[in-house]
């Protein structure tokens, strides 16, 4: 979960704190060029230069003057150029850069680079570009250009507090390219890289229990080699969220066959398979703040190819082979606890699943729950003292509120396999 705005705006790398004001005028309109969504204010405005894939200068129409603004798309988030040129011959950067600044050029140029400019909140980031959404008129009709990028699979999605109005339709896009393996979403587009084969798996610890700002460690990235024999070799491989901030496995780091590396967002010394972000507060939006918020890891080898990740909420494809094998009793009065009962005939490991309380609770690795079992995770108690099937999430004093919720197990990207609600509370 993010901390508040304020500190979120001074982590972030890319420099999305939003300050000071948007030139004068504007209209009033729907945000998205279709006519749906809530309004915004739009303008209209002449394309003079294309910088990369989540960026253009333009000449705003209607402002009295001829000077030019930097504009940075609404929820996306391209790879970055190394060297910039109005050649692209000449253009260098990061494997699928050069991809998404191409094809913001291409659809510059067929829209006679003409735009239509959207926000919901009219601001600069703290570099001073226009924080807008992008659209151009082709053939008659308004196109996305932030659409088309998620669609074609060249950015990735990046939720803006504020500017929402994008980010169910951007999700739902990047997920849906995902699915087709195209453009990023392809492991081997930039070259066959180590360990090509070896079946990986990302998932992201994004609203711990309790407040975040207590313990940024308690978020975390976890990478897990899914290979029974097959080491993976991590050095100069990377992990990132949808903003800029990246961390760099250093050398010697070898991802065991069935073990899991975990990233966490603070400070500390690495030792065995636990490494540390060394970030001043939280980095990954809490899906529970509305406005369709979410978030995504992302693991990258040396060659710049996205070999795993996690997105969420997940919006497409949303299934899960263990959905209907559990059962989730809450007993949120009197002693907190909760069984998850293996109602199936076949075992299930519930590593790499939560239990949503509303904060998450994540199962560990000797989380196997045989046909008719039952684990008891209780609120109170040391989780030193964990057996395979007692818990204890160490929460000092009552948690559950005895008006009303909903406890739930859930994938990491939200896909609930089972529910439980009580008083005001609703699955």
């Not at 066959?192 to 998932?203: D, T």
């Not at 369709?292 to 909420?313: E, I, N, S, T």
């Not at 059962?327 to 949503?356: K, W």
């Not at 999430?393 to 994938?411: E, F, K, N, Q, W």
């Amino acid at each position: 979960m993010r901390p508040t705005p304020l500190l979120a705006g001074i982590l972030s790398s890319l420099a999305l704190l939003l300050c000071g004001s948007a030139p004068a005028g504007g209209a009033t309109g729907p945000c998205r060029p279709d006519g749906t969504g809530p309004l915004c204010r739009v303008w209209k405005a002449k394309v003079v230069d294309v910088n990369d894939g989540d960026t253009i200068d333009v000449d705003l129409a209607g402002d009295g003057s001829r000077r030019h603004y930097a504009v940075r798309f609404i929820g996306v988030q391209a790879m970055e150029e190394t060297r910039y040129s109005h050649t692209p011959s000449k253009r260098r950067g990061q494997c699928h850069a050069l991809e998404a600044t191409n094809l913001v050029e291409r659809l510059m140029r067929l829209g006679h680079h003409r735009v239509r400019l959207a926000a919901q909140a009219a601001r600069k980031d703290s570099r001073g570009r226009l924080f807008r959404s992008v659209a151009v008129r082709i053939g008659g009709h308004w196109q996305d250009v932030g659409e088309t990028e998620m669609a074609q699979g060249v950015t990735l999605w990046m939720h803006v507090a504020g500017e929402t109005a994008w980010n169910r339709r951007y999700n739902a896009l990047g997920q849906e390219a995902a699915g087709k393996h195209i453009g990023m979403w392809n492991p081997i587009t930039c070259g066959s890289g180590p360990s090509q084969s070896a079946p990986l798996k990302v998932w992201v610890m994004s609203d711990p229990l309790g407040p975040d700002t207590v313990n940024i460690n308690s978020e975390y990235i976890a990478i897990r080699n899914l290979s029974p024999n097959q080491p993976v070799p991590l050095a100069r491989w990377w992990v990132r969220d949808s903003g800029l901030r990246r961390f760099t496995f250093p050398r010697g780091t070898v991802l065991a066959p069935g073990h899991t590396i975990t990233v966490h967002s603070g400070h500390g010394r690495a030792h065995g398979d636990a490494f540390f972000w060394g970030l001043p507060g939280t980095i990954f939006e809490n899906s529970a703040n509305g406005g369709d918020a979410g978030d995504g890891a992302y693991l990258f080898d040396p060659k710049g190819d996205l070999r795993a990740y996690m997105v969420y909420p997940c919006l497409v494809a949303c299934s899960d082979p263990n959905q209907g094998a559990i059962r989730v009793i809450q007993h949120a009065v009197g002693r907190e606890y909760v069984l998850v009962r293996n109602v199936s005939n076949h075992a299930v490991d519930l590593y790499g699943y939560e239990l949503r309380t509303p904060g998450g609770y994540a199962f560990g690795p000797d989380s196997v729950v045989e046909p008719g079992e039952s684990v008891e995770v209780d609120v109170m108690g040391d989780p030193s003292s964990d057996t395979r099937l007692v818990r204890h999430m160490g929460i000092d004093g009552p948690y559950l509120p005895d008006r009303g919720g909903a406890i739930s197990v859930t994938t990491f990207d939200e896909i609930v396999l089972a529910c439980d609600s009580w008083g005001s509370g609703h699955c």
